[in-house]
């Protein structure tokens, strides 16, 4: 009935080209994100049909995609950054809109449903500095845990060399522990130039990212062995990273440098996990 309310189609090509090739090296996969309020295909964003039919595409695609990486991919962000920035309450999305107040409730269990195995992770920035809406993402995660509806939690790690402090890293991450909630430190990139005063990557700076790539390291390195579920990086090279594009400013956030070479960040990161 979907095909013919909706002409959408599928292209696996380079999702397939990931999963295959981590496969053969026999890497792990974390799949992000299913659902996004960012990333909206025109056919949904200018869909004229009834909730309800909209609702039945979201399934179907949660359900196709889930269903053609069982097995392979191990754990999936199922919706992605659906607080508001320094608020409790959801953005209002499509989503929301089309699908009601509960439709993260309704997402996890279609992806659980079609995959009663792969691990279900809720993804967010500034868990650690916005108090307001780490609680509000907080209660989200506690409904769905009662439901046994997720199994871990995404704190995004897009900081900066001055903030958050470690301290305030360890009791973000408690909350997290004392919930016993698998924790992923996502996306992980440290910004060296928020204040937008640098012209150049000088020896002061690569330390202060060294020192803060350490805290962050030695923050999940302390978490206990079966909560402690992933650390990623939010790219390699600090000529492709989004944030100069994003914010328009020269920036260095990563681990290795345009050449690929390893910078002070890089030996922070393998100090804080020693």
């Known amino acids: 009935g979907i095909d013919a309310m909706m002409n959408i189609s599928y292209d696996w090509s380079k999702a397939d080209a990931i999963v295959d090739y981590a496969e053969e090296k026999g890497m792990n996969i974390h799949g992000h994100a299913l659902i996004w309020h960012e990333s909206v295909p025109n056919a949904l964003t200018n869909f004229t049909g009834t909730d309800a039919q909209f609702e039945a595409i979201v399934e179907d695609y949660i359900t196709t995609t889930v269903t053609r990486y069982k097995d392979k991919v191990d754990s999936w962000d199922v919706v992605n950054e659906a607080i508001s920035d320094n608020s409790s309450s959801l953005r209002a999305t499509i989503f929301r809109q089309r699908m009601g107040e509960n439709y993260l409730q309704k997402c996890f269990q279609f992806a659980r449903n079609a995959d009663p195995n792969v691990k279900l992770f809720y993804n967010d920035y500034n868990m650690v500095t916005d108090g307001l809406k780490r609680s509000g993402a907080l209660a989200l995660v506690d409904d769905l845990k009662s439901k046994n509806l997720i199994d871990g939690m995404g704190y995004q790690m897009h900081i900066n060399v001055n903030s ?44 202060a990212q060294r020192n803060k790539v350490s805290e962050v390291t030695r923050v999940f390195n302390a978490i206990p062995d079966n909560l402690k579920y992933a650390l990623t990086l939010w790219g390699l090279k600090d000529d492709d990273s989004w944030i100069t594009p994003k914010f328009g400013m020269i920036d260095w956030p990563l681990l290795f440098d345009a050449y690929f070479d390893k910078k002070e960040g890089y030996f922070g990161f393998i100090e804080g996990l020693r």
């Open 164 to 207: 958050p402090s470690e301290s305030e890293m360890t009791a973000a991450t408690n909350e997290l522990i004392t919930r016993e909630l698998l924790i992923h430190y996502s996306e992980l990139d440290v910004r060296t130039n928020p204040d937008r005063r640098l012209t150049e990557y000088t020896d002061e700076v690569a330390f």
